[in-house]
């Protein structure tokens, strides 16, 4: 997973988290995460529902990630 996310840097920015069911990249925002409570895999559709709890270590994880893009 690390070597991916180094090699996946010099490509492009992202932002979002793979589908934990075909590992699909699923791209969303903070903004998305946070108004949505939910997201949807573009691959297979399943829907994950993203509970305050698990919702805010992924706001802390891709807050890090748009700052290190922003610097
Ligand atoms: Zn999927």
Redesign the pocket.
């Given at each position: 997973m690390v070597e991916d996310s180094k090699q996946e840097h010099s490509k492009e920015h992202k932002t979002g988290m793979n589908?934990p069911?075909?590992?699909?990249f699923i791209k969303t925002s903070i903004f998305e995460l946070f108004t949505s409570g939910a997201l949807s895999?573009p691959?297979?559709?399943?829907r994950i529902s993203i509970d305050r709890t698990e919702s805010k270590i992924a706001f802390n994880a891709l807050r890090k990630v748009q700052q290190a893009q922003q610097n």
């Open positions: 589908c069911q075909c590992g699909a895999c691959s297979c559709h399943l």
